[in-house]
């Protein structure tokens, strides 16, 4: 489709964009400004009529947005972010740069501008940050007929409509009900005879890694947020949840790499920046390697006599570190799924205990029979295969505790995958390695 444009945009024939565009999918004509220069990006956004123009801006990423927001007139940008849903500018709003946010609060509607602010004082990763407060509301008394008038006259203006909340004379929230149950049930019914009073809800301070799993439990396609007076207050839907997903995934995945999770997209973040993310790490990981090194020094005299020792120390931190990444990050995985809980760590144990057996007793077998291959001694095949299996035991041990270690004490799991690990079983295996080598070879 980007060909199909290039040819308007070299000559801008409005009219010829606008034919285009007419005919696609707003999600596509999104991806298809992320292929485009920012001057050409803004010409094809403003070639979008308006009822267009904000759905098609809340698809865009942050740097699109911006780079839109820059170049279009401040009547538009009034227009675009009083259209957007609210969750939608809360977001588009916190991802700016205070240069370009001051310009867009400054042509917002004032009413609009107090809500955004609203919103923003709720915890970062928060249900209350990433809710909408664009949902149907009904009450108890109300007629199904009612119901649908009313649904017909506040719809249009609502993220969803497929699910509608009970709220009390007090906005307490106080039942649910779908738009399958409005449309089978009799027009003359009540609500509150047809709605489902058992309502599972979200709390404005809840961690949204919590709705994250709420949703996956439950299968919903929104959730209602309430306040510590059991006040409705919004709605969490499935797409800002999926969202919330895909950021504490990245987050998980930068912690596990031994980075300090970055906000913005890696093309928008400065080279300083990027480099504080990973420097505290690396830092610390040459500090444990230090460490390393200074047994490798306590036994220097033993390799001395028997160089042949370090050349299987690389297969053995390798090993180590592989068997205590697996283990770490299926325990990390299971417990953001909340398939792992803290009460299950001693089946965890006895699980890893008996897989580092067989795993290390196979590994034992191979490595014995390619070093006696090699033409080394049978003393050494023994200290090094003995070794092996026990640093496969003590990496599955502290890669599969460690996690729980964290949890215990409100640590991001994610973090033991990698820098605390690796210092753990490297220090740990050299020991055991050398130890070995003194009892079996007598260095």
Excluded at 104 to 119: C, G, S, T, W
Excluded at 272 to 292: C, D, E, G, Y
Excluded at 322 to 347: C, P, V
Aim: aromatic share 8%.
């Amino acid at each position: 489709m980007s060909d199909n444009m290039q040819k308007p945009l070299n000559e801008y024939s409005r009219s010829a964009l606008e034919q285009i565009l007419e005919n696609m999918n707003n999600a596509d004509i999104a991806a298809e400004l992320a292929k485009l220069d920012e001057k050409e990006a803004v010409k094809v956004f403003r070639a979008l009529p308006k009822d267009r123009a904000a759905d098609v801006f809340s698809y865009l990423s942050s740097d699109i947005q911006q780079d839109v927001i820059e170049g279009i007139a401040d009547r538009e940008i009034g227009g675009i972010i009083d259209e957007l849903f609210l969750d939608d500018a809360v977001d588009f709003v916190e991802d700016m740069p205070e240069d370009v946010l001051e310009r867009v609060l400054a042509n917002i509607k004032p009413e609009r501008r107090e809500m955004i602010h609203q919103f923003m004082q709720y915890p970062e990763d928060s249900a209350g940050s990433i809710m909408t407060v664009e949902f149907v509301e009904l009450t108890d008394r109300m007629t199904v007929a009612d119901a649908f008038a009313h649904i017909q006259e506040v719809g249009p203006d609502k993220e969803t409509i497929y699910t509608c909340y009970v709220i009390d004379i007090e906005r307490r929230l106080t039942g649910m009900v779908s738009a399958r149950t409005l449309l089978l049930a009799d027009p003359a019914d009540t609500i509150g005879n047809i709605m489902e009073p058992n309502v599972i809800r979200a709390h404005v301070d809840d961690d949204r890694e919590a709705l994250v799993n709420g949703f996956r439990k439950y299968g919903f396609i929104a959730m209602p947020v309430v306040d510590n007076e059991e006040h409705l207050v919004g709605i969490v839907t499935f797409d800002d949840v999926f969202e919330a997903q895909e950021e504490e995934a990245t987050e998980d995945f930068e912690k596990m790499a031994a980075m300090s999770p970055s906000e913005e997209p890696y093309l928008r973040t400065g080279v300083m920046q990027l480099t504080k993310n990973r420097i505290f790490w690396l830092l610390l990981l040459m500090v444990s390697a230090a460490f390393t090194g200074g047994v490798v020094e306590k036994y220097e005299a033993g390799l001395a006599m028997l160089p042949a020792l370090v050349t299987f120390i690389p297969m053995l931190m390798n090993t180590g570190g592989n068997a205590g990444s697996q283990s770490a990050t299926l325990i990390i995985r299971g417990m953001a799924l909340e398939e792992i809980k803290l009460s299950d760590a001693f089946k965890i144990f006895c699980m890893e205990m008996l897989i580092s057996t067989i795993v290390g007793g196979a590994l034992f077998v191979v490595t014995y029979v390619c070093i006696l291959v090699r033409g080394e001694g049978s003393k050494l095949a023994l200290t090094v295969c003995l070794a092996l299996y026990a640093t496969v035991f003590m990496s599955n041990f502290i890669g599969g505790l460690l996690p729980f270690a964290a949890k215990s004490v409100k640590i991001d799991p994610a973090v033991m995958a990698s820098p605390v690990l690796t210092t753990i079983v490297d220090a740990a295996a050299l020991i055991v390695y050398f130890r070995l080598a003194a009892g079996i070879l007598h260095i």
